[in-house]
């Protein structure tokens, strides 16, 4: 018998790289033995004192208010609540280039994910969600992430990583973690990096904003 290998994805909501990732991970778990949960890292958090553009600075914050509501699903329904309204929250905003923190989008996404479309309003109002996201996020630094995407493979240390710009599926997908869980787990390994020259290959970086593909 195979073992099932646990990965934890740490996701900001904002990002379209961990978006891509976290797709490429869905794909992985159809031809390997993972097993995967997604985890919270607040990028708003990240920048609150740094120079970050206003432009950043904007996504970061609406992902902020997109990730208390991840919060407020997770207290309802555990990990795969949160999986299940990532990936809603994914299509609408990467794909379909809605705004995250449109309450009406939020609600959207939870009814699709089969929660509580309340939760959007509940989440933005109880500053307990905000406490238990910062907390989740700065346990995850504490440990050395400062971005997402961010893999654990079982006790590993984080990865930052892999940055893929567009979907990946199939067994492409399943070669492509071979190579990445190896490196997961190699101690004396730290970075391979080599020029990002082309952007995520998403829907909203196609369709205007306020339109569906």
Not at 189 to 206: A, N, V
Request: aromatic fraction near 6%; proline fraction near 5%; glycine fraction near 8%.
């Amino acid at each position: 018998m195979t073992n099932t290998a646990d990965v934890t994805i740490h996701i900001d909501p904002a990002c379209p790289w961990a978006w891509l990732t976290s797709r490429w991970l869905a794909e992985v778990e159809k031809v390997r033995p993972i097993r995967v949960t997604t985890r919270l890292f607040d990028l708003a958090e990240v920048n609150r004192s740094s120079d970050t553009d206003e432009g950043h600075r904007r996504s970061h914050g609406a992902g902020e208010v997109a990730l208390r509501v991840l919060v407020a699903a997770r207290r309802a329904g555990g990990d795969d609540a949160v999986a299940r309204l990532y990936t809603e929250l994914g299509e609408a905003h990467h794909e379909r280039g809605e705004p995250l923190d449109d309450q009406g989008m939020l609600s959207r996404a939870l009814t699709a994910a089969g929660l509580d479309p309340g939760l959007a309003e509940a989440a933005g109002s109880n500053p307990t969600t905000l406490d238990e996201l910062l907390a989740e996020h700065r346990a995850i630094a504490e440990r050395g992430a400062f971005g997402v995407p961010t893999l654990v493979l079982g006790d590993a240390a984080p990865t930052f990583g892999p940055v893929v710009d567009t979907r990946i599926t199939g067994e492409a997908a399943g070669e492509l973690w071979d190579r990445v869980a190896w490196l997961l787990t190699t101690e004396h390994f730290y970075e391979l990096k080599r020029e990002r020259t082309r952007r995520p290959e998403i829907g909203r970086f196609t369709v205007p904003a306020g339109t569906t593909a």
